[in-house]
Nanobody, 127 residues
């Protein structure tokens, strides 16, 4: 059984940076695509960034391109989201997820295709 634990969230001023981590246990995830989603208050959970099983392919929603970077360390079974130049609209609960289906896959933006989720870590921006 896969367990994902996010960390690194918190309260930060606009313009600041945070680095989120997602540590996986219970299964070696180096063969699976992974992603970060976020859910702002009163809104649906939405794709933020995704990364292929080997890190060669990444994808970002337009709102975070150039500010966020997703990466992974398969030796540590961990995925990261470096968030720079944070804006108040980045306030949300951030979730990491493992894509279901085949090995050696690329990420996509479809929430339903992700089989395992963490509990989320809250990011709050102050102006």
């Amino acid at each position: 059984q896969v367990q994902l634990v996010e960390s690194g969230g918190g309260l930060v001023q606009a313009g600041g940076s945070l680095r989120l981590s997602c540590a996986a246990s219970g299964r070696i995830l180096s063969s699976y695509a992974m992603a970060w989603f976020r859910q702002a208050p009163g809104k649906e959970r939405r794709f933020v960034a995704g990364i292929s099983w080997n890190g060669d392919i990444t994808d970002y929603t337009d709102a975070v391109k150039g500010r966020f970077t997703i990466s992974r360390d398969n030796a540590k079974n961990t995925v990261y989201l470096q968030m720079n130049s944070l804006k108040t609209e980045d306030t949300a609960v951030y979730y990491c997820a493992v894509k279901g289906g085949t090995y050696y896959d690329t990420p996509n933006r479809t929430l339903e295709e992700y089989a395992h989720w963490g509990q989320g870590t809250q990011v709050v921006l102050s102006s």
